[in-house]
């Protein structure tokens, strides 16, 4: 009698297990991850700055096509050169889906061991990348005279406004600046694109570079309009095949491969111009990257990867981005973006030893 009982229980747990397996239990819980539940995204940018104009654009769509909508929150936490929200998605953040990031990234700062940045990218999971041009502007007038772009390079007296050393927007102008031949200028680190505008249209400095959102916001009806800063030049994205991509929305100003070709009559070579390509392929493609935790389940990724990838291709959101930023929505796939983080570590260790030495230099 017990054995038949035993028998009869071991066939109805046979059965429920059975029955268990047959549910698609992975693709129900990616369904529903989201519902009734608060994303938040983390971002080094201060409120109105590049990284987090794009994001609070992007919120209501991310609300809208993340399935089970989500309630959105941005968090603000600039400061430690923007590493901040990096190292606590690496370091303290639970992977349960319920925090990401969307922010500058730091691959320079990767390679060369930056002292602020501990997190390791390739570790985390890559969710959407966006790609937003930078470009430098300078002023006029000031002890050269300045009058046209090409004085640049007869200029005796550049002081250059920075953020810091690793930084893609400093590095982007003094690579460029090395490759053309000025070398004859002050560096003074400190100062973020806010800051760096005002100091230049003070003239305590009178180089900078910035990303196109505060150029086209702040700098370009203001200080270009009245002729007190000439747009130089823009940094275009560099494909995996070392192809310049030159962007359709920037008419304005050459790209620093078009200005290079034309005051030099040359293509551009050496350790500069190879360090300029490298970090283009790696930050002109994606400047801004979302990640979420390592141990992120599956069943988190997958709507998120979903919903960015909708939202960007949302037809509501391009005349936003247009009118706030001058571009239209603009992202890398999760495969594109996935090569081109592990790519960071493969850099030429040549390349690695020239940035070490330019970020050291006074």
Do not use: C
């Not at 992975?26 to 529903?32: C, G």
């Not at 608060?38 to 409120?47: C, W, Y």
């Not at 203001?222 to 929305?249: M, R």
């Amino acid at each position: 009698m017990m054995k038949s009982r035993l028998a009869v229980l071991a066939g109805l747990f046979a059965g429920i297990s059975a029955a268990a397996l047959s549910v698609p239990v992975t693709s129900v819980t990616a369904a529903e991850f989201y519902a009734g539940k608060t994303l938040t995204i983390l971002t080094g940018s201060r409120a109105g700055g590049g990284a987090d104009t794009s994001l609070r654009l992007l919120a209501p769509f991310l609300n809208k096509h993340i399935p089970g909508n989500p309630e959105i929150v941005v968090k603000n936490m600039p400061g430690a050169g923007g590493q901040k929200p990096w190292n606590l998605l690496w370091e303290k953040t639970r992977p349960d889906g319920l925090t990401i990031i969307y922010s500058a990234w730091n691959p320079v700062g990767r390679v060369t061991g930056s002292k602020g940045l501990r997190a390791d990218y390739s570790k985390m999971n890559f969710i959407t990348g966006q790609p937003i041009p930078r470009m430098s502007y300078i002023r006029t007038g000031g002890p050269d005279n300045i009058k046209t772009r090409d004085d640049l390079l007869t200029a005796k007296k550049i002081v250059l406004a920075g953020n810091r050393p690793t930084s893609v927007l400093d590095l982007s102008i003094r690579t460029s600046l090395e490759m053309l031949g000025v070398d004859n200028y002050i560096y003074v680190p400190g100062l973020n694109p806010p800051k760096a505008y005002a100091s230049v249209r003070k003239g305590e400095t009178n180089l900078t570079t910035t990303g196109i959102n505060f150029y086209r916001n702040r700098v370009e009806p203001s200080v270009v309009k009245a002729g007190e800063v000439i747009p130089l030049f823009y940094y275009p994205a560099v494909g995996a095949d070392g192809t310049i991509k030159k962007s359709p929305f920037i008419k304005d100003m050459p790209n620093i491969y078009e200005y290079y070709k034309q005051v030099k009559g040359k293509e551009p070579s050496g350790i500069a111009w190879e360090a300029h390509k490298w970090m283009q392929k790696v930050t002109g493609n994606m400047i801004y990257a979302s990640f979420s935790p390592r141990g992120t389940p599956d069943a988190a990724n997958k709507p998120l990867r979903e919903g960015f990838a909708k939202a960007w291709k949302d037809p509501e959101l391009a005349p936003k981005m247009l009118k706030s930023i001058g571009l239209p929505p603009q992202s890398v796939s999760v495969e594109e973006g996935i090569e081109i983080v592990n790519s960071v570590d493969t850099v030429d260790p040549k390349i690695v030893a020239y940035f070490h030495e330019l970020m050291t230099r006074k």
